[in-house]
């Protein structure tokens, strides 16, 4: 899949937005509380942040599978 699409498989509800918003705002989108942070951290930390459990894995996981990871039941 696309990596457009795939992000609107994790939140179908802002899928209408994936291609009209700028990436750092749709990940913003994706965990609201971490907003603040989207332009400071790098993205690695900002994408542990999404899921703190997987955090052990976003440096050695290729991101494809780190992104299964965020919603296991949405696999790519």
Known sequence: MPFTQRLC???????IYAETMPF?????HLR?????????????QRLCHLRR?????AETMPF??????????KKV
Not at 9 to 15: C, E, N, P, T, V
């Open 64 to 73: 494809t599978q780190r992104l299964c990871h965020l919603r296991k039941e």
């Open 32 to 44: 609201r509380d971490y907003a603040i942070y989207a332009e400071t951290m790098p993205f690695t």
């Open 9 to 15: 498989h994790l939140r179908r509800d802002y899928a």
């Open 53 to 57: 459990d997987y955090a052990i894995y």
């Open 24 to 28: 750092t705002q749709r990940l913003c």
